[in-house]
């Protein structure tokens, strides 16, 4: 079935039923589901005590994240399931889905009922208590429901003392009018944690779907982290944010501190932008589609996008509250819009010498055209508009680029060499197949560099690892996600009615025959980074497929590049540069304050003041430098660029905001003073 599967359409990458109707519907899910790993997954492992152990073990823990839910005796009845899950997959038999459910459902409302009683509570913040931080790994499930409230009543006043720090950092003020301050506050505090819990019932639609929807990912994430069950809306979302073009109503919404969704984006020439009616900072108090209803008190953001998102609901009716209070009633119907996000631009920074820069931000494409013109087209685009500039190198910064299509990094790839192959597939039935550039020459000779970090993953690494092998280009930054598996998005049956799941199905090597996956690919020149030591990479998350090789192929590799020249340039540079020592020490502290953070002190303002204050203040101390930086180097838009914005006067202050903030990056500044070192030291040869 595998040879089936176009190689470049691969993707390199995280209503109302009767209730037995649902049961039936979870067990038609977990036989398709079953059948879809079986014959397509890369590694599909066999369905016995171990899988059933391990997928017990990711359900439970995604089940309640955070521990805030679930009691110890809710677990001790569920460990009766953990090595049954292979016979109920084997043998098709759901029912036991059902207690999951109803005691998670119990839970949560047990929370609120708990939660609203504290309202009429008297809170002590005299010390009588202790907070406890510990890291994640060391939480543990509520004994009884004595612990519940307990912790409920500690996190409570541990958010009313947060919150009230955040609004004035004088503690003499706090001290002096604490106990009005803290009426006032208190009532709403616990409003917002209750329309938590009300978010959580009503994910993905109700607690049920929530829990069936985690099992079914648990089961795929067994096989892998990569692969992932889709609903119709999670589909579409996936889709959209892989596509340059998409049917949207152009309105981006994040939910405010008061718990209300706001719209806060409204595209350019999209539905929403060409309707007077709707505006930025209005707030959405409902959507409606096809009789179906979402009303926003206590619903998540991501709950509003999957509503919105939802290619059956083409048309809506946004119920909107303005900011003068009024009400409105707005329909408004998709049109393709551009995604701003996955849009290129290419600027031109000048230092020494005149060098060009490329921000790519996903491997997105043309999902509706089999010619796909997405992102190597762009990149294309802005590469000849900075060539009639007269650039003498270039800097690709794939920094947070989480990856995309193949197809498109391949493409990528290809413009920069002259003929060759670029990577290795291996499917699960040890076949491979070779990718390759097949269009002779390349559109820019020039000397590269590829700004890359720890959240560069998947798509970005393909054309690092080539660029790298190739000697085409230095690579800069710090070592990348380690994700070399490829996914297809397959349906559970033939119209998607049961959903989708986005499957593992092969893997990707480097030409040289070796593997990035749970490695990353390593930087010729390594940058101290924010993100270091956070294991957020591959090789970190359960159930990674492991490294291994295969048989390289021949290629036309290139001269090698001045590497260890560049290197002690680079490391002189950064050695005295205090930014990057301000990055290492923040680096730091967050680490021993969110992922280290193992303390207890006495729950009173003065402690909780000191501790927020603390890091406040080292935060600002360390971060004061980099917040001022300023690179020495101009820069400068083409003039094609600047003909187009001097048309939108929106456009303009976008373009002057994103060139700010390029000429503010530290990493951008040390990437083309390398450039700059690579461009002097060819000339010199």
């Given at each position: 079935?595998?040879?089936?599967?176009?190689?470049?359409?691969?993707?390199?990458?995280?209503?109302?039923?009767?209730?037995?109707?649902?049961?039936?519907?979870?067990?038609?899910?977990?036989?398709?589901?079953?059948?879809?790993?079986?014959?397509?997954?890369?590694?599909?492992?066999?369905?016995?005590?171990?899988?059933?152990?391990?997928?017990?073990?990711?359900?439970?823990?995604?089940?309640?994240?955070?521990?805030?839910?679930?009691?110890?005796?809710?677990?001790?009845?569920?460990?009766?399931?953990?090595?049954?899950?292979?016979?109920?997959?084997?043998?098709?038999?759901?029912?036991?889905?059902?207690?999951?459910?109803?005691?998670?459902?119990?839970?949560?409302?047990?929370?609120?009922?708990?939660?609203?009683?504290?309202?009429?509570?008297?809170?002590?913040?005299?010390?009588?208590?202790?907070?406890?931080?510990?890291?994640?790994?060391?939480?543990?499930?509520?004994?009884?429901?004595?612990?519940?409230?307990?912790?409920?009543?500690?996190?409570?006043?541990?958010?009313?003392?947060?919150?009230?720090?955040?609004?004035?950092?004088?503690?003499?003020?706090?001290?002096?009018?604490?106990?009005?301050?803290?009426?006032?506050?208190?009532?709403?505090?616990?409003?917002?944690?209750?329309?938590?819990?009300?978010?959580?019932?009503?994910?993905?639609?109700?607690?049920?779907?929530?829990?069936?929807?985690?099992?079914?990912?648990?089961?795929?994430?067994?096989?892998?982290?990569?692969?992932?069950?889709?609903?119709?809306?999670?589909?579409?979302?996936?889709?959209?944010?892989?596509?340059?073009?998409?049917?949207?109503?152009?309105?981006?919404?994040?939910?405010?501190?008061?718990?209300?969704?706001?719209?806060?984006?409204?595209?350019?020439?999209?539905?929403?932008?060409?309707?007077?009616?709707?505006?930025?900072?209005?707030?959405?108090?409902?959507?409606?589609?096809?009789?179906?209803?979402?009303?926003?008190?206590?619903?998540?953001?991501?709950?509003?996008?999957?509503?919105?998102?939802?290619?059956?609901?083409?048309?809506?009716?946004?119920?909107?509250?303005?900011?003068?209070?009024?009400?409105?009633?707005?329909?408004?119907?998709?049109?393709?819009?551009?995604?701003?996000?996955?849009?290129?631009?290419?600027?031109?920074?000048?230092?020494?010498?005149?060098?060009?820069?490329?921000?790519?931000?996903?491997?997105?494409?043309?999902?509706?055209?089999?010619?796909?013109?997405?992102?190597?087209?762009?990149?294309?685009?802005?590469?000849?508009?900075?060539?009639?500039?007269?650039?003498?190198?270039?800097?690709?910064?794939?920094?947070?680029?989480?990856?995309?299509?193949?197809?498109?990094?391949?493409?990528?790839?290809?413009?920069?060499?002259?003929?060759?192959?670029?990577?290795?597939?291996?499917?699960?039935?040890?076949?491979?197949?070779?990718?390759?550039?097949?269009?002779?020459?390349?559109?820019?000779?020039?000397?590269?560099?590829?700004?890359?970090?720890?959240?560069?993953?998947?798509?970005?690494?393909?054309?690092?690892?080539?660029?790298?092998?190739?000697?085409?280009?230095?690579?800069?930054?710090?070592?990348?996600?380690?994700?070399?598996?490829?996914?297809?998005?397959?349906?559970?049956?033939?119209?998607?009615?049961?959903?989708?799941?986005?499957?593992?199905?092969?893997?990707?090597?480097?030409?040289?025959?070796?593997?990035?996956?749970?490695?990353?690919?390593?930087?010729?020149?390594?940058?101290?980074?924010?993100?270091?030591?956070?294991?957020?990479?591959?090789?970190?998350?359960?159930?990674?497929?492991?490294?291994?090789?295969?048989?390289?192929?021949?290629?036309?590799?290139?001269?090698?590049?001045?590497?260890?020249?560049?290197?002690?340039?680079?490391?002189?540079?950064?050695?005295?540069?205090?930014?990057?020592?301000?990055?290492?020490?923040?680096?730091?502290?967050?680490?021993?304050?969110?992922?280290?953070?193992?303390t207890e002190y006495l729950l009173t303002l003065e402690n909780v003041f000191n501790e927020i204050t603390s890091y406040r203040t080292q935060w600002k101390t360390i971060n004061s430098p980099l917040?001022?930086?300023?690179?020495?180097?101009?820069?400068?838009?083409?003039?094609?660029?600047?003909?187009?914005?001097?048309?939108?006067?929106?456009?303009?202050?976008?373009?002057?905001?994103?060139?700010?903030?390029?000429?503010?990056?530290?990493?951008?500044?040390?990437?083309?003073?390398?450039?700059?070192?690579?461009?002097?030291?060819?000339?010199?040869?």
């Amino acid at each position: 079935m595998l040879k089936n599967i176009r190689p470049f359409l691969l993707f390199t990458f995280i209503t109302v039923f009767g209730y037995s109707q649902e049961t039936d519907v979870f067990c038609q899910q977990v036989k398709a589901l079953t059948t879809v790993i079986e014959q397509n997954h890369y590694q599909p492992k066999i369905i016995n005590d171990s899988l059933s152990t391990h997928v017990f073990e990711l359900f439970l823990d995604n089940l309640d994240e955070d521990k805030r839910l679930l009691t110890q005796s809710d677990v001790t009845l569920f460990e009766n399931d953990r090595f049954m899950l292979d016979n109920y997959i084997k043998n098709n038999t759901c029912e036991f889905i059902d207690k999951y459910v109803t005691i998670l459902n119990e839970r949560i409302e047990q929370s609120k009922k708990i939660i609203s009683k504290l309202e009429s509570e008297n809170f002590d913040y005299s010390g009588i208590d202790t907070l406890r931080f510990t890291p994640e790994s060391q939480f543990v499930y509520f004994k009884n429901k004595s612990t519940i409230k307990r912790y409920w009543s500690k996190r409570l006043r541990y958010n009313i003392l947060y919150t009230l720090i955040e609004n004035d950092s004088v503690l003499e003020h706090l001290k002096t009018n604490f106990k009005a301050l803290e009426s006032e506050l208190k009532p709403k505090l616990i409003q917002k944690e209750l329309c938590k819990l009300e978010e959580l019932q009503h994910r993905l639609g109700s607690v049920d779907h929530f829990v069936k929807e985690t099992f079914l990912n648990a089961y795929l994430h067994y096989h892998d982290p990569n692969s992932t069950f889709f609903n119709a809306s999670e589909k579409e979302l996936f889709e959209n944010a892989l596509s340059n073009d998409q049917l949207s109503f152009g309105i981006i919404t994040e939910k405010n501190d008061d718990g209300d969704i706001t719209i806060v984006h409204i595209t350019p020439g999209s539905a929403a932008f060409n309707n007077e009616n709707i505006e930025v900072n209005d707030v959405i108090k409902s959507l409606e589609s096809n009789s179906e209803t979402l009303e926003t008190y206590c619903v998540s953001n991501e709950d509003v996008m999957s509503f919105t998102s939802d290619q059956n609901h083409n048309t809506v009716t946004f119920k909107i509250k303005k900011q003068n209070g009024t009400l409105k009633s707005v329909e408004l119907t998709k049109t393709k819009t551009k995604t701003e996000e996955n849009t290129v631009s290419g600027f031109i920074i000048e230092d020494k010498s005149k060098v060009g820069y490329i921000s790519i931000p996903s491997f997105y494409s043309d999902l509706e055209s089999p010619n796909g013109l997405g992102l190597a087209n762009d990149v294309a685009k802005e590469l000849y508009k900075l060539q009639k500039e007269n650039i003498e190198g270039l800097i690709l910064d794939l920094r947070f680029n989480g990856g995309g299509s193949m197809k498109e990094a391949a493409d990528l790839s290809g413009m920069f060499i002259n003929r060759g192959p670029l990577s290795i597939l291996r499917y699960s039935n040890g076949e491979t197949f070779t990718v390759n550039d097949t269009n002779r020459g390349a559109l820019f000779t020039k000397p590269i560099v590829v700004l890359v970090n720890n959240y560069s993953a998947s798509a970005s690494e393909f054309f690092a690892a080539s660029m790298q092998d190739y000697n085409r280009a230095i690579i800069v930054g710090s070592t990348t996600h380690g994700k070399a598996t490829a996914q297809v998005i397959l349906p559970l049956d033939n119209n998607g009615t049961l959903g989708f799941s986005k499957l593992t199905v092969e893997k990707f090597y480097r030409v040289t025959g070796k593997s990035h996956q749970a490695l990353g690919v390593v930087p010729d020149i390594i940058l101290p980074n924010l993100y270091d030591d956070f294991k957020t990479q591959e090789a970190f998350t359960a159930y990674a497929l492991k490294n291994d090789s295969i048989v390289g192929r021949k290629y036309p590799q290139l001269k090698k590049l001045p590497i260890n020249q560049l290197q002690k340039q680079s490391i002189t540079r950064v050695s005295n540069n205090s930014n990057f020592e301000a990055v290492k020490d923040l680096n730091q502290l967050i680490i021993k304050n969110y992922f280290e953070l193992d303390t207890e002190y006495l729950l009173t303002l003065e402690n909780v003041f000191n501790e927020i204050t603390s890091y406040r203040t080292q935060w600002k101390t360390i971060n004061s430098p980099l917040k001022n930086h300023n690179s020495r180097f101009t820069i400068n838009n083409t003039a094609n660029t600047n003909e187009v914005i001097s048309y939108n006067e929106d456009k303009k202050i976008i373009n002057q905001s994103i060139i700010k903030d390029l000429k503010n990056d530290l990493y951008i500044e040390e990437a083309q003073a390398i450039l700059q070192d690579l461009l002097h030291l060819i000339s010199l040869n």
